[in-house]
């Protein structure tokens, strides 16, 4: 059996309606992108630490 590990996030952008606007064109793909990367670096750290 593999563990599983869970996150949980919360993100309010800041500046109000305009700060909403941009992470609804940009801002959610690039904190998705860094989430996916940094779990990468997790992953891989464990992986060669427990290997």
């Not at 941009?22 to 990367?37: F, L």
Request: aromatic share 8%.
């Amino acid at each position: 059996m593999r563990p599983n590990l869970d996150f949980l996030a919360h993100y309010e952008p800041p500046f109000g309606a305009l700060g909403k606007a941009m992470n609804a064109i940009v801002g959610h793909r690039i904190a998705e992108v860094s989430v996916h990367r940094f779990l990468g670096d997790v992953a891989g750290h464990l992986r060669q630490t427990l290997a």
